[in-house]
């Protein structure tokens, strides 16, 4: 298994990419195919493509911020069973992760990704890849750690269309193991950051982000 990063839309491994994405996603959270030039190029985000036999099974996307000394796992796709990919992705993430928090001088604090409710909202499909069904996501990241944020999240709409995407929860990974709430303002400041790129922010987003704002902290709660 190769473990290999994407960094231009003309890279042939980025079409088989792109296609994986589409098959497994929603359309409202795949950005279109020309829009991802940008991100690609960007060094500050990490996508990664498990190679297997020459075919794209699976995807990591990531980035590290210094300035909060937190990550963000945009999304992780398995694309097969039976080859341990889960595993594979987030072991290597991970110590990609840890390196570039120690090369900034720190501990990496945790980690943000957007989790689906399969609770809440139950009509996802993913592909026909049992392993990500939600249901299963949402417990492997359980076990990983993952705890979800104590707000009723909403995000902007990767298609650009102003729109308020529902149904998931704002998880955390603390890496100490002993974090129990987040400071507001760590909160606020990353998803601002995070979804600068997004010109229409819908106004459920921006209510969410204004009643933050009135809070110290945040809850971490189990999924």
């Given amino acids: 298994m190769e473990y290999i990063r994407v960094q231009h839309i003309d890279d042939p491994l980025f079409a088989k990419l792109h296609k994986l994405m589409g098959e497994v996603f929603p359309a409202e959270e795949v950005l279109e195919y020309s829009l ?21 099974v699976g995807i990591t996307e990531y980035r590290y911020y210094k300035t909060f000394n937190v990550a963000m796992t945009d999304f992780t796709i398995v694309g097969r069973e039976g080859l341990g990919l ?15 928090a120690k ?22 499909e993913f ?11 949402r417990e492997v990241l359980s076990h990983l750690g993952f ?18 995407v529902s149904g998931l929860d704002l998880g955390f990974l603390p890496y100490d193991g002993t974090t129990t709430a987040l400071p507001t303002d760590l909160v606020v400041d990353f998803l601002t950051t995070y979804y600068a790129i997004l010109p229409d922010k819908p106004k459920e987003w921006l209510e969410m982000v204004e009643k933050l704002k009135a809070q110290e902290q945040v809850a971490l709660l189990p999924l």
């Avoid at 030039?37 to 493509?49: A, G, H, N």
């Avoid at 889960?86 to 570039?100: C, I, V, W």
């Avoid at 592909?127 to 996501?137: D, E, F, T």
């Fill in 36 to 56: 991802w030039k940008e991100p690609l190029e960007d060094p500050d985000i990490y996508v990664y493509v498990a190679v297997h036999e020459g075919e794209v």
């Fill in 86 to 100: 889960g595993r594979f992705l987030q072991q290597k993430r991970q110590e990609h992760l840890f390196a570039l």
């Fill in 103 to 124: 090369e900034n001088g720190k501990e990496l604090f945790g980690m943000f990704a957007e989790i689906y409710d399969p609770y809440r909202v139950g009509d996802y």
């Fill in 127 to 137: 592909g026909g890849v049992k392993v990500m069904n939600p249901v299963v996501r």
């Fill in 147 to 164: 705890m979800r944020l104590d707000l009723d999240y909403v995000h902007p709409s990767w298609q650009m269309n102003g729109e308020a």
